[in-house]
């Protein structure tokens, strides 16, 4: 079939197109809505820009097709094969994409707020700028992949894979990451205000300049950590392990860090105003031009 005859189909009202050979099929630009497609063969189509609202794709066959900027939001794509794909910019809101194959694909700038991308691979995966907001990653592989500034506030990563992955400048607002191992992952400049580390692994983390409010780091290893100006104003580091940490610059007014380890930390010009540091261990550290107002009274053990 070509696109002429798909076309016209679909404008006399047709919608089933399933199991049928589209290869290298030129449907840009055209309005598919709520089409099945499912089983469909559209290797090396175009379906750049193209409005897939709905659509039924499952089963598919997309194998480096252009999907740049297409609109496929509350679509089905289970099982589909996307490798080498372009989907730059595409609009996958609300679409199911469980089992589907993302290897090699292009994934710069898509929005994939509240898809489900239950245990997807996307290794390696570039995917900058992505929006992810409130997505189903559950043990998802994110491992090395590149998530630099993309958008994850609320997302659900139980058990996803997260070795070697790039976070920096990404947003992590109020993101449940509880017991996950994060070592020497790079979160630089991310956004983390809210998020729960309790009993994470940030052992040689990068979380410079990274925005930590009011974020739960209890019981977290952040050992040999960079936390080079970061913000954990008001923050729960109650148990946390900082030794060897670089705290120089970092901001800790009226965070707790009772019971925590300190010891050979690098403070420089650290501000500690009305932290809570009863038990605090700070062996072998120099609180070089500190800044401590105590709010109450203090036990430190040096």
């Known amino acids: 079939m070509d696109a002429n005859e798909l076309l016209r189909r679909y404008a006399a009202g047709e919608r089933d197109f399933c199991d049928i050979n589209l290869r290298g099929v030129n449907l840009a630009k055209s309005q598919l809505i709520r089409i099945n497609l499912s089983g469909s063969d559209l290797t090396g189509a175009n379906l750049s820009r193209a409005f897939l609202t709905g659509a039924n794709l499952n089963g598919a066959i997309l194998y480096r097709a252009d999907l740049s900027y297409a609109k496929i939001n509350e679509a089905r794509l289970s099982q589909v094969d996307l490798t080498k794909a372009n989907l730059q910019g595409a609009y996958l809101v609300k679409s199911i994409l469980i089992g589907t194959k993302l290897s090699g694909a292009i994934l710069s700038g898509v929005n994939l707020r509240l898809s489900n991308l239950l245990g997807v691979n996307l290794c390696g995966a570039n995917l900058q700028g992505v929006n992810l907001r409130s997505a189903?990653?559950?043990?998802?592989?994110?491992?090395?992949?590149?998530?630099?500034?993309?958008?994850?506030?609320?997302?659900?990563?139980?058990?996803?894979?997260?070795?070697?992955?790039?976070?920096?400048?990404?947003y992590l607002n109020g993101i449940d990451l509880h017991s996950v191992n994060l070592d020497g992952v790079?979160?630089?400049?991310?956004?983390?205000?809210?998020?729960?580390?309790?009993?994470?692994?940030?052992?040689?983390?990068?979380?410079k300049d990274a925005q930590l409010r009011v974020t739960t780091l209890s019981r977290a290893n952040l050992h040999a950590a960079n936390l080079?100006?970061?913000?954990?104003?008001?923050?729960?580091?109650?148990?946390?392990?900082?030794?060897?940490?670089?705290?120089?610059?970092?901001?800790f007014s009226e965070a707790d860090l009772t019971g925590a380890n300190l010891g050979g930390a690098m403070f420089w010009k650290t501000n500690l105003n009305l932290a809570g540091m009863r038990g605090v261990n700070l062996t072998g550290t120099h609180l070089r031009e500190a800044y401590l107002q105590?709010?109450?009274?203090?036990k430190y053990k040096s």
């Open 136 to 170: 189903n990653l559950k043990g998802a592989n994110l491992s090395w992949a590149n998530l630099t500034g993309a958008k994850l506030s609320g997302a659900l990563l139980e058990k996803a894979l997260l070795n070697g992955v790039k976070l920096s400048q990404a």
């Open 186 to 207: 790079n979160l630089s400049e991310a956004k983390l205000s809210g998020a729960n580390l309790s009993k994470c692994n940030l052992t040689a983390a990068n979380l």
């Open 228 to 251: 080079h100006r970061a913000n954990l104003t008001k923050a729960d580091l109650s148990e946390a392990n900082l030794s060897q940490a670089n705290l120089s610059e970092a901001n």
């Open 294 to 298: 105590a709010g109450e009274k203090q």
